[in-house]
T-cell receptor, first 114, second 116 residues
């Protein structure tokens, strides 16, 4: 593994189903983030984690939950998917939260909720 | 109110010419950072350049430079000598160090088309 991996690459999901998007980084970065990208809206922060064991809400957290049990993994869960959650989801990480720290992004997960 | 505004949904530039992508931001924080990312059609996000609010010099990275005008709250990206591979979506982003916590706010993006 080099950098950030996300799984699955894409997924079609029936509304009401539960779904977990996986994110793993091997850079030992303390901070991790989940964004969704929608046309015309850029990237919007869903949840973030400054360090293992802590999480925080971003701009659009409703309908999503995250956990950070260890440094490397930061899964994003949709408890009951709705069509408005159709989007491309990006996981990112940075050495530490805040300040100048470049965020490294995963390749993205394209999710379609029908 | 929008924190980051990119007013150009799409831009065309001739190969080998320079192009400026506009970005204005809104913050009351004195300490903040501005970022530009590139997203090619393959979808990955690529970090290009960073400017800190206290940096007196405009940031440069190879063919990329950031025209930082603090009083106007603008952070335009200048790409010199455009190449076909520069065709992509470009996002401006801001992180407020004191008031924004750990959040990076992105603009809606500008799609750049480089013509041969």
């Amino acid at each position: 593994i080099a950098g950030i991996t996300q799984a699955p690459t894409s997924q079609i999901l029936a509304a009401g189903r539960r779904m977990t998007l996986r994110c793993t980084q091997d850079m030992r970065h303390n901070a991790m983030y989940w964004y969704r990208q929608d046309l015309g809206l850029g990237l919007r922060l869903i949840h973030y984690s400054n360090t293992a064991g802590t999480t925080g809400k971003g701009e659009v957290p409703d309908g999503y939950s995250v956990s950070r049990a260890n440094t490397d993994d930061f899964p994003l869960t949709l408890a009951s998917a709705v069509p408005s959650q159709t989007s491309v989801y990006f996981c990112a990480s940075s050495v530490i939260a805040g300040g100048y720290n470049e965020q490294f992004f995963g390749p993205g997960t394209r999710l379609t909720v029908l | 109110a929008q924190k980051i505004t990119q007013t150009q949904p799409g831009m065309f530039v001739q190969e080998k010419e320079a192009v400026t992508l506009d970005c204005t931001y809104d913050t009351s924080d004195q300490s903040y950072g501005l970022f530009w990312y590139k997203q090619p059609s393959s979808g990955e996000m690529i970090f290009l350049i960073y400017q800190g609010s206290y940096d007196e010099q405009n940031a440069t990275e190879g063919r990329y430079s950031l025209n930082f005008q603090k009083a106007r709250k603008s952070a335009n990206l200048v790409i010199s000598a455009s190449q076909l591979g520069d065709s992509a979506m470009y996002f401006c982003a801001m992180r407020e160090f004191n008031t924004g916590g750990f959040k990076t706010i992105f603009g809606a993006g500008t799609r750049l088309f480089v013509k041969a």
